[in-house]
């Protein structure tokens, strides 16, 4: 081979390592690098001492566990994925209205239950966003509410990297 084709060759090398490294490096941390969220102090409520857990940290734990072993591998909270991005879906179902007796949260719920259950009573948002990916969404019919609202809050409040009171 000669030099200037060698050459080639070992940059085009060099930058496939470059991209690799970056594409495992984004994968492993992509909510651990924001800037934390600054919430304004209020005079009326006294500070919680650091070691103290409050329910929306614990609530915010237990969010980021089942997020990271349910939702992670097709979902980010800020950028859209295999699946979009999440942060602001809980409002997005919320306007997408009420329909059949249910609301959009109920509806959102249900869609991450089991999507085919929203799709198949034709609600309208349900079925404008089915065909997102060539993917599937997963069903999680064993999440319960709760667990539903933990992942929502962490969701939410991922923007920080920390536990933040929700209102």
Not at 14 to 37: A, E, G, K
Not at 63 to 71: D, I, Q, R, T, V
Not at 86 to 92: D, E, H, Q, S
Not at 135 to 164: C, R, W
Request: glycine share 4%.
């Amino acid at each position: 081979m000669n030099q200037p084709n060698r050459q080639r060759a070992e940059l085009a090398v060099i930058v496939l390592f470059i991209i690799i490294i970056s594409i495992l490096v984004w994968n492993i941390t992509p909510y651990t690098s924001m800037p934390p969220r600054v919430e304004p102090v209020t005079e009326s409520a006294p500070s919680p001492s650091p070691t103290a857990k409050t329910p929306a940290d614990e609530q915010w734990k237990h969010g980021k566990e089942l997020f990271k072993s349910n939702c992670a591998s097709c979902h980010n909270p800020k950028v859209a994925q295999t699946g979009p991005a999440l942060m602001g879906v809980a409002r997005r179902w919320e306007d997408a209205g009420s329909y059949q007796g249910k609301t959009g949260k109920q509806w959102l719920y249900a869609w991450i239950k089991d999507w085919h259950e929203p799709v198949g009573a034709k609600y309208p948002y349900a079925v404008t966003i089915q065909n997102y990916s060539p993917s599937e969404m997963n069903m999680f019919p064993t999440l319960k509410d709760e667990d539903i609202d933990a992942i929502l809050h962490y969701v939410e409040a991922s923007q920080a990297g920390q536990p933040v009171a929700m209102h």
